[in-house]
């Protein structure tokens, strides 16, 4: 491949041209829901904004946060099943993709924690309980804030495989 080449990516299906607005849509209300469940839009009255009020009710942003996590859910495993089934021998995962799995991988469980938590017969210690909120607070920062080098630097997921590369992953 030549260097001054575009870079070539897989054929846009629908589901592509749709995935990347819902899940962008998806991590703007994730973040803005997890914002609500600390008091945040009430006490700096964003909450008194006219459309917003739902903002200041916790039990509004809980349950959202968690459809949303469920949605999260089902749409990383759409992309996994997808990559796997058609890109995984065409294309590869590009270094800005590692960096993204890491840290939606470390939300995931960090939330999965905080989940947890919020059961009644679940009990943590406080240090645990005050670890796990920052680091998954720490880790969401740290998503937005390479996703926005990422769109900087146009970083995307799929990087095109070498022929050289796709020779050695049909021999193994």
């Known amino acids: 491949m030549k260097p001054d080449a575009p870079k070539q990516y897989p054929t846009p299906y629908i589901e592509q041209k749709v995935l990347k607005p819902v899940y962008l849509f998806l991590l703007f209300m994730m973040g803005l829901t997890g914002f ?26 809980h349950y959202l946060h968690y459809l949303g996590a469920i949605i999260l859910f089902a749409l990383f495993a759409y992309v996994i099943v997808t990559y796997w089934g058609l890109f995984r021998r065409s294309h590869a995962l590009s270094k800005a993709a590692y960096v993204r799995i890491f840290l939606l991988a470390a939300i995931v469980v960090t939330g999965i924690f905080r989940t947890l938590k919020n059961l009644p017969d679940v009990v943590f210690s406080p240090n645990f309980t005050m670890f796990n909120d920052i680091s998954h607070l720490v880790f969401m920062m740290l998503l937005m804030v390479f996703g926005i080098v990422f769109s900087i630097t146009k970083s995307g997921w799929l990087v095109p495989r070498t022929v050289r590369q796709t020779a050695r992953g049909r021999r193994s």
């Open 36 to 61: 609500g469940q600390m008091p945040i839009f009430k006490r700096y009255y964003i909450a008194d904004i006219p459309g917003l009020g739902w903002t200041g009710k916790f039990y509004v942003t």
